[in-house]
T-cell receptor, first 113, second 108 residues
Framework: SQTIHQWPATLVQPVGSPLSLECTVEGTSNPNLYWYRQAAGRGLQLLFY??????ISSEVPQNLSASRPQDRQFILSSKKLLLSDSGFYLC????????????FGAGSRLTVL | DAKTTQPPSMDCAEGRAANLPCNHS???????VYWYRQIHSQGPQYIIH???NNETNEMASLIITEDRKSSTLILPHATLRDTAVYYC?????????FGAGTTVTVRA
């Protein structure tokens, strides 16, 4: 069966520090991968999605970036965090063909101080 | 991409059916309607999806109007654990954009 792992679960970072959130999927190949962010009390915002290795589509211009170095690995990064980067970050995957059903990870809660 | 419109909130009594409406009047002929829900502090959970026929699974039923401009998600016997934000989504290719959804509160 397929599983999705996301880490770290919680982190507190100072403004201006770098960020790296990692997501891996097991039990499938060539998945579509997604990063979403949810600010406190707000809806989910699609940040990035990828349909293959090295293919990244950005939805919102910001100081975040994403990379997909391996088929089932998706990384969200920042060189310098802003206060507004605080939020709940969710990684998700779906099959590359067939129904567009997303399965989400447990999320990473980031607090920037 | 087709937009969806949902009421911001609704209450439901425990044990009763919860009917959640969604308008998607600009949906095209080959676009599916998906429903997800998000329980507080968790990632969204897939519920059901459909094209034009009514669908049912262990979680819910999905009724899509004949003109496909609206749909209703039915939770047949709501429980307190069904309290969540429910999202109706029409994807644009690979992109699923979550709007504000409907906050459903199930009351004992």
């Amino acid at each position: 069966s397929q599983t999705i792992h996301q880490w770290p679960a919680t982190l507190v970072q100072p403004v201006g520090s770098p960020l790296s959130l990692e997501c891996t999927v097991e039990g499938t190949s060539n998945p579509n991968l997604y990063w979403y962010r949810q600010a406190a009390g707000r809806g989910l915002q699609l940040l990035f999605y990828s349909v293959g290795i090295g293919q990244i589509s950005s939805e919102v211009p910001q100081n975040l970036s994403a990379s997909r170095p391996q088929d089932r690995q998706f990384i969200l990064s920042s060189k310098k965090l802003l206060l507004s980067d605080s939020g709940f970050y969710l990684c998700a995957w779906s099959q590359s063909s067939g129904a567009n059903v997303l399965t989400f990870g447990a999320g990473s809660r980031l607090t920037v101080l | 991409d087709a937009k969806t419109t949902q009421p911001p909130s609704m209450d439901c009594a425990e044990g009763r059916a919860a009917n959640l409406p969604c308008n998607h009047s600009t949906i095209s002929g080959n676009e599916y309607v998906y429903w997800y829900r998000q329980i507080h502090s968790q990632g969204p959970q897939y519920i059901i999806h459909g094209l034009k026929n009514n669908e049912t699974n262990e979680m819910a039923s999905l009724i899509i109007t004949e003109d496909r401009k609206s749909s209703t998600l039915i939770l047949p016997h709501a429980t307190l654990r069904d309290t969540a934000v429910y999202y109706c989504i029409v994807p644009n290719d690979y992109k699923l954009s979550f709007g504000a959804g409907t906050t459903v509160t199930v009351r004992a």
